[in-house]
């Protein structure tokens, strides 16, 4: 079972940062919003509120979204939800979904990050085949025992658990992800992530650390572009390897 990370490492609470965040839920909101633009009538707006809530978006820019669908504001363009497939040396697969209101720009961005690094882009489905569709979800433990979260899944359909770097991880099938969201947050266990996302069937090994660096610097690069909203990536750095290549980036990094 792949034990590979869920959710994108923490950034930096610069204003740039916060920014990208701030936009990619307000995307989010519209896209949601175009089905219904109440929440109270729309599950799918309501989370995409929800999710943007837990992330500190301010409620003028959640209002300001779900404005855009209907008619009061006039600056609305088409968001289009666009999957970018590559494979890497060593068979890494990487798949970067994005958010975008201008496929013009977020192209060439996508082909100039993964060119930069050596690598080429695929055909849609030729990579995203190494990769399952599921359900996760995500709690930390500083605030519950593991093993009542064990009791609780073994009372719902999750498909796999574990534990990794102090976070209790749960993996569902895509039919059951909404039925054992419910049935944690009925229990009032607080979900520090719940969203479907890309797992890999299989995981490639990154032990160089000239690779390891290479792949952590590409990553850097597509977390860094504003229409970015999730990478998925096939490969498992040590968490050994990994600190040493963070030292070497944050000692190796230019600052004015």
Same mark, same amino acid.
Do not use: C, H, R
């Given at each position: 079972m792949w034990r590979g990370p869920v959710i994108a490492a923490k950034k930096s609470q610069s204003n740039a940062a916060k920014q990208k965040v701030f936009t990619i839920h307000a995307k989010l909101i519209a896209i949601a919003a175009a089905k219904w633009w109440d929440p109270d009538k729309n599950p799918s707006l309501y989370d995409a509120i929800e999710k943007a809530r837990k992330d500190n978006v301010p409620n003028d820019n959640i209002q300001r979204a779900i404005k855009k669908w209907t008619g009061e504001d006039k600056s609305w363009v088409q968001i289009d939800q666009i999957v970018y497939e590559w494979y890497g040396p060593g068979g890494v697969a990487i798949v970067v979904s994005t958010l975008t209101d201008n496929k013009n720009r977020t192209a060439p961005n996508m082909r100039h990050i993964f060119s930069k690094?050596?690598? *080429?882009?695929?055909?849609?489905?030729?990579?995203?085949?190494?990769?399952?569709?599921?359900?996760?979800?995500?709690?930390?433990?500083? *605030?519950?025992?593991?093993?009542?979260?064990?009791?609780?899944?073994?009372?719902?359909?999750?498909?796999?658990?574990?534990?990794?770097?102090?976070?209790?991880?749960?993996?569902?099938?895509?039919?059951?992800?909404?039925?054992?969201?419910?049935?944690?947050?009925?229990?009032?266990?607080?979900?520090?992530?719940?969203?479907?996302?890309?797992?890999?069937?299989?995981?490639?090994?990154?032990?160089?650390?000239?690779?390891?660096?290479?792949?952590?610097?590409?990553?850097?690069?597509?977390?860094?572009?504003?229409?970015?909203?999730?990478?998925?990536v096939n490969m498992h750095i040590s968490p050994e390897l990994q600190k040493e290549v963070d030292e070497f980036i944050e000692k190796n990094t230019f600052r004015t």
């Open positions: 690094y050596g690598w *080429n882009l695929w055909e849609p489905g030729s990579v995203s085949f190494v990769f399952e569709k599921k359900g996760i979800l995500v709690i930390n433990l500083e *605030n519950y025992s593991q093993e009542k979260l064990e009791e609780l899944v073994f009372e719902t359909d999750g498909e796999d658990f574990f534990e990794e770097e102090g976070l209790f991880k749960i993996i569902t099938s895509l039919e059951n992800f909404t039925k054992v969201k419910k049935f944690f947050q009925e229990k009032k266990i607080e979900l520090e992530f719940a969203d479907i996302d890309y797992i890999p069937s299989n995981t490639v090994e990154i032990d160089d650390f000239d690779k390891a660096l290479k792949l952590t610097k590409m990553l850097e690069a597509f977390w860094e572009d504003e229409d970015v909203e999730k990478i998925s």
